[in-house]
Nanobody, 122 residues
Framework: QVQLVESGGGLVQAGESLRLSCAFSGRTFSYYPMGWFRQAPGKERECVAAISELSRRTYYVDSVKGRFTVSRDNAKNTAYLQMNTLKPEDTAVYYC???????????????WGQGTQVTVSS
């Protein structure tokens, strides 16, 4: 069974950076596209970024383009989300997810991590 464990969340001020990590175990990491989602209080969960199995394709929601970078290291079984120039509206619980295709991972991923809180103060 796939397990995903996020780390790297925290409290930062607007304009600062954070890097989230997602450690993958239980299956062959390089077979799975990975996604990053977030959910703010009172809002629906949204996919903010995704990356294909071999990093050939990436996806970003418009609100994070130019500020966030998704990446992966298949040798380390880890996905990353580098978040720069953070804004208060980026405050949310961030989840990593794994899916069976690049399309599926952005909408209805099969596996989810437990989430990590990111809080950006103004």
């Amino acid at each position: 069974q796939v397990q995903l464990v996020e780390s790297g969340g925290g409290l930062v001020q607007a304009g600062e950076s954070l890097r989230l990590s997602c450690a993958f175990s239980g299956r062959t990491f390089s077979y799975y596209p990975m996604g990053w989602f977030r959910q703010a209080p009172g809002k629906e969960r949204e996919c903010v970024a995704a990356i294909s199995e071999l990093s050939r394709r990436t996806y970003y929601v418009d609100s994070v383009k130019g500020r966030f970078t998704v990446s992966r290291d298949n040798a380390k079984n880890t996905a990353y989300l580098q978040m720069n120039t953070l804004k208060p509206e980026d405050t949310a619980v961030y989840y990593c997810a794994a899916g069976n295709s690049f399309t599926v991972v952005r909408s209805t991923p099969t596996y989810w991590g437990q989430g990590t809180q990111v809080t950006v103060s103004s």
